[in-house]
């Protein structure tokens, strides 16, 4: 069965900082992994997904993902957090083999302070 | 072009009654996703959706949901006896068959009193 584990449930940066939000996931055959936003009031955005390949990920608005294999993980980096990143993160897995039915884990805040 | 829609986007109901939830989907989407999502967690797979039919119902708690999609667009998620512990945002998703990549809509927010 498939998991998803995110570690902090809050983070808090100051603006221009390194934004790092971590996953980790558990899968029992390759997985396609995904990172989504939510702003407030808003349904759920992609910002970049894995399926194979190139294991350094590029999404919108400057962030970014690398699968590691080796340790499961999926973090999800900006190098200079801004005002607007501040939102809820949620990283999902998805097994199916032909659709996207996913499992999330429990998401990260992220507040970016002045 | 229009997103996924879901309506309605607020929706109180009193313990035991019945709610219907409904999902319009992207134009072309074949596979359609219901999700629940409770405070302070992440998104809860219930079922989806390939065309008409269910393909995967193991998400649904007990069978007092039940979902639809009699056309293989417009989707209806159905609650009986509705209880406190309903009470969450529920979430719509759709995609392109074989595309893993699902678009959402903003959600239904269910509050049972």
């Known amino acids: 069965a498939q998991s998803v584990t995110q570690l902090g449930s809050h983070v808090s940066v100051s603006e221009g900082a390194l934004v790092l939000l971590r996953c980790n996931y558990s899968s029992s055959v390759p997985p396609y992994l995904f990172w989504y936003v939510q702003y407030p009031n808003q349904g759920l955005q992609l910002l970049l997904k894995?399926?194979?390949?190139?294991?350094l990920v590029k999404g919108i608005n400057g962030f970014e993902a690398e699968f590691k294999k080796s340790e499961t993980s999926f973090h999800l980096t900006k190098p200079s957090a801004h005002m607007s990143d501040a939102a809820e993160y949620f990283c999902?897995?998805?097994?199916?083999?032909?659709?996207?039915?996913?499992?999330f884990g429990d998401g990260t805040t992220l507040t970016v302070k002045p | 072009g229009a997103g996924v829609s879901q309506t309605p986007s607020n929706k109180v109901t009193e313990k035991g009654k019945y709610v219907e939830l409904r999902c319009d989907p992207i134009?072309?989407?074949?596979?359609l996703y219901w999700y629940r999502q409770s405070l302070g967690q992440g998104p809860e797979f219930l079922i989806y959706f390939q065309g008409t039919g269910a393909a995967d119902d193991s998400g649904l708690p007990n069978d007092r949901f039940f979902a639809v999609r009699p056309e293989g667009s417009v989707s209806t998620l159905k609650i009986q006896r509705t209880e406190r512990g309903d009470s969450a945002v529920y979430l719509c998703?759709?995609?392109?068959?074989?595309?893993?990549?699902?678009?959402f809509g903003p959600g239904t927010r269910l509050t049972v009193l």
């Open positions: 998703a759709s995609s392109l068959m074989g595309a893993r990549e699902q678009f």
């Open positions: 894995y399926t194979t390949g190139a294991t």
């Open positions: 999902a897995v998805s097994e199916d083999t032909n659709a996207g039915k996913s499992t």
């Open positions: 134009s072309g989407h074949t596979a």
